[in-house]
C-alpha cells in the first residue's frame, strides 16, 4: 500500500516537474498573449462605440445646422415684416401731419376735432414705431447669437470630421492588431507545439492538481483516506501526465 | 400748422401757406443757388425748390412740407416734421426765405447778362 501510494505520488509529482518543464520555456509568452487577447477583446468593442458615437454626433451637428438654417430664415423673414412695418407706421404719420393740417385750415370745431384726432393718430403711430425699434434690436442680439453658433458649430463640425477620421482609424488598428496577434498565436503554437490559450489552461490544469496531490497527500499521510477510495479521483490525473509524457517523448525525438 | 425740427432749433409752418406733407425724389444740385436752397427735387409730380430754412442739410428721410408760395411750389425741409405741439417755436416765414433765395438768383442772373452785354 505504501509503495503504491509512494509510485502514485512519485508519478504525479513528475507529471508536474514536465508540465513545470514545458511551461518555463515559454510562460511568459504566453501570459503575455492571453493578456493581449483580453485587452484587444475588450479594446475592439471599445473603439466601434466610440466611432459610433462620434457618427452619431456628427448627425447631431447637421440636424443643429439645419435648424440654424430654418432660423435664419425666420429671422430675415422676421426683419422684412419689421420694415414693412415701419413703412407703414411711416406712411401713417404723413397722414396724421395732413390731417392736423386740414384741421388747422378748417375753422370752428370740425377742424379741431380733426385736428385732435390726427394728433391721436400720429402718437399711437410714434408708439409703434418704438416698438418696431425695440423688436429690431431684439432680432439684432437674436442674429449675433446666431453668428456666434454658427462660427462655434462649424468648428464642431470641423472637429468631428478629424474626429471621426481617427475614430475609424481606432477600429481598423484594433482590427488589425486583432488580426496580428492571431497570427501570433498561430506561430506561437508552431513554435511551442502548444496553443497559447492551451497552454495557460494547461497551466492551470496543473497548479490545480498539484494542491489536488498536496491535499491528497496530507490526507494519505494522516490515515484518513484509503488507498481504494482515492482510484477514481486519481486515475484521470494519472492519465493526463501519461500523455504529458508521451507527448514530451515524442518531441524529445 | 406742422412744426419743422431740426437739431438745434424748431420753427412753425403757416397753414396759410403749407399745403400738404409729402414723400420726395432725390434732390438735385443746382449750381449757383444760395442756402438755404439745397437744390430742385420732384414733389407730387412736379419739379419745386428745396429750402433747408433750419440749416441742417438734407434730411435722410425725403419727406417734406410742400408749400405754396404765390404760386411758386416750395419744399421745406428738416430732420423731421411734427405737430407744434411736440416742438413749439417761432414762426417761419416762409415768403421771406422764399423771397430772398430768389433776389439773389435774380441778381446773379442780372450780373451775368450785364457782363455778358458789356
Redesign the interface.
Known amino acids: 500500500m505504501a509503495s503504491r501510494r509512494n509510485k502514485l505520488m512519485d508519478l504525479l509529482l513528475r507529471g508536474g516537474e514536465r508540465a513545470e518543464e514545458r511551461a518555463v520555456d515559454d510562460p511568459a509568452l504566453t501570459s503575455a498573449h492571453t493578456r493581449a487577447r483580453q485587452a484587444l477583446a475588450e479594446l475592439v468593442p471599445v473603439t466601434e462605440r466610440l466611432a459610433g458615437a462620434v457618427a452619431h454626433a456628427r448627425g447631431t451637428v447637421e440636424a443643429l445646422s439645419e435648424r440654424e438654417r430654418r432660423g435664419l430664415a425666420s429671422r430675415a423673414e422676421l426683419s422684412a415684416a419689421t420694415a414693412r412695418v415701419r413703412d407703414g407706421l411711416d406712411r401713417l404719420g404723413i397722414v396724421a401731419l395732413n390731417a392736423g393740417l386740414e384741421g388747422a385750415r378748417l375753422e370752428g370745431p370740425a377742424g379741431r376735432a380733426l385736428a385732435m384726432v390726427a394728433d391721436e393718430i400720429r402718437q399711437v403711430a410714434m408708439r409703434c414705431m418704438a416698438s418696431t425699434d425695440e423688436v429690431d434690436e431684439a432680432l439684432h442680439a437674436a442674429r449675433t447669437e446666431a453668428d456666434k453658433a454658427h462660427v462655434a458649430l462649424g468648428e464642431t463640425r470641423e472637429r468631428l470630421a478629424t474626429a471621426a477620421i481617427e475614430a475609424s482609424s481606432g477600429v481598423a488598428l484594433a482590427h488589425a492588431a486583432d488580426g496580428a496577434l492571431s497570427d501570433l498565436g498561430d506561430r506561437l503554437g508552431k513554435a511551442t507545439g502548444v496553443d497559447p490559450e492551451v497552454a495557460a489552461a494547461l497551466e492551470r490544469a496543473q497548479t490545480h492538481a498539484r494542491e489536488l496531490v498536496s491535499a491528497l497527500s496530507l490526507a494519505s499521510s494522516r490515515g484518513l483516506v484509503r488507498g481504494a477510495a482515492l482510484r477514481p479521483v486519481l486515475e484521470p490525473i494519472l492519465r493526463l501526465f501519461d500523455q504529458l509524457d508521451t507527448d514530451r517523448d515524442a518531441e524529445d525525438e | 400748422?406742422?412744426a419743422l425740427v431740426g437739431r438745434a432749433r424748431a420753427v412753425r409752418v403757416s397753414?396759410e401757406v403749407?399745403?400738404?406733407?409729402?414723400?420726395f425724389g432725390p434732390i438735385t444740385q443746382v449750381p449757383g443757388l444760395p442756402p438755404p436752397a439745397l437744390g430742385v427735387a420732384v414733389a407730387e409730380g412736379a419739379p419745386c425748390l428745396v429750402l433747408d430754412p433750419l440749416g441742417d442739410g438734407a434730411p435722410d428721410?425725403r419727406?417734406g412740407l410742400l408749400c405754396d408760395v404765390d404760386g411758386e411750389a416750395v419744399l421745406l425741409v428738416a430732420a423731421r416734421?411734427?405737430?407744434p405741439?411736440e416742438a413749439p417755436g417761432d414762426e417761419l416765414d416762409v415768403r421771406a426765405v422764399y423771397g430772398e433765395v430768389e433776389g439773389i438768383i435774380w441778381a446773379r442772373s442780372a450780373q451775368r447778362a450785364y457782363e455778358r452785354g458789356a
Open positions: 400748422m406742422i397753414p403749407a399745403r400738404r406733407v409729402v414723400t428721410r419727406v416734421l411734427a405737430s405741439d
